[in-house]
């Protein structure tokens, strides 16, 4: 199954699930290529796609090229193969991130649910959740599922979402008050032509208690989306943290994340990213306390799926600009 005789059909199976994975402002930030003559594709950050205000050390670029990473084993795994991943392969080629090997033996998928069909399903909701709560055994699914990908899913109680929420909108206020930011947020957002970025239609609405800190791409009110609209009472959140902060933990952080959103698309739940906290140093460390080093903040529930964005196709060589899909995938 080497990718020169994978077959046209095949390999966009591949590309095409992991161009659903998601992206800090969608702005999927991946480029996989098959390499002629072996069974080998390889995977690297897209240069021209990444964002030196919110993210300059890179740390959520690389967050987002392992989810793509976990869509692409996901989508090998569908196809009856178990990949075999190389992370950071070549000290004198810093630029190849990954190298997924499509040789080996069919997957035991006796252990694993399939999380194929949660891929094209999967999707941010921006809208508020029922406050219906999740069961603690989906729960303890999910951080178990976390685990696997060598990283693990902090639970907070009352207390710890309250700091944590405090810490979200903290890290708003300041998104709002940094104009470097602030242009930088806004250029994502377009009217709904593009294939990277988020449409405005797509931003949904603030809460109007207050509690939730959602993300305003836009600015201080500026382009205002949807009215504000009352959220859950008490929001259910997750994060995901790793032992160490290099750049191999990113994308092991960035497999995990994947894990945990796919198989919670497959539980029925929605989810939604909080990562603002997470693009301030100071904010980031007071949200992982001493031990840990926190990687990604979601909220999850029961809710609407969110709005479609759309995607840039993956070809065998590099992006299509222009193509589109529906899958809707950001930070």
Do not use: K
Not at 40 to 64: I, K, M, N
Not at 79 to 97: E, H, I, Y
Not at 141 to 155: D, I, P, Q
């Amino acid at each position: 199954m080497g990718a020169a005789r994978l077959g046209t059909t095949d390999l966009e199976t591949l590309l095409t699930a992991a161009a659903a994975a998601p992206s800090i402002h969608n702005s999927q930030p991946w480029e996989i290529r098959p390499v002629p003559g072996t069974f080998r594709l390889e995977v690297r950050p897209a240069a021209d796609r990444w964002l030196p205000a919110a993210d300059p050390t890179g740390r959520a670029r690389l967050l987002s090229v392992g989810a793509a990473l976990f869509n692409l084993r996901v989508a090998a795994g569908h196809l009856g193969r178990r990949p075999r991943v190389r992370l950071l392969p070549d000290a004198g080629d810093p630029g190849l991130v990954a190298v997924v090997d499509l040789t080996g033996l069919p997957p035991d998928t006796s252990r694993q649910p399939d999380l194929y069909e949660a891929v094209a399903l999967r999707r941010t909701s921006r809208a508020p959740f029922t406050g219906r709560p999740v069961p603690a055994r989906t729960l303890t699914e999910l951080a178990s599922a976390v685990l696997t990908e060598g990283a693990r899913l902090y639970l907070p109680g009352v207390v710890a979402t309250r700091r944590m929420l405090a810490l979200t909108a903290e890290a708003e206020r300041r998104n709002r008050r940094d104009s470097a930011r602030v242009r930088e947020s806004r250029a994502w957002v377009h009217a709904g032509n593009l294939p990277y970025g988020i449409p405005a239609a797509a931003l949904g609405p603030l809460d109007a208690t207050g509690r939730i800190p959602v993300r305003d791409f836009t600015g201080a009110g500026r382009a205002r989306r949807a009215p504000a609209v009352p959220f859950e009472r008490h929001a259910q959140l997750a994060l995901v943290v790793t032992r160490r902060d290099r750049p191999a933990d990113w994308l092991r952080a960035g497999q995990a994340l994947q894990r945990v959103l796919l198989l919670a698309t497959a539980r029925g739940l929605r989810t939604c990213p909080l990562h603002q906290a997470l693009e301030w140093p100071d904010l980031r460390s007071a949200l992982g306390g001493e031990s840990n080093r926190p990687q990604f903040l979601f909220r999850l529930g029961y809710g609407p799926q969110g709005a479609p964005t759309p995607r840039a196709a993956l070809t065998a060589g590099a992006p299509a600009r222009g193509t589109q899909d529906t899958t809707q995938a950001y930070f």
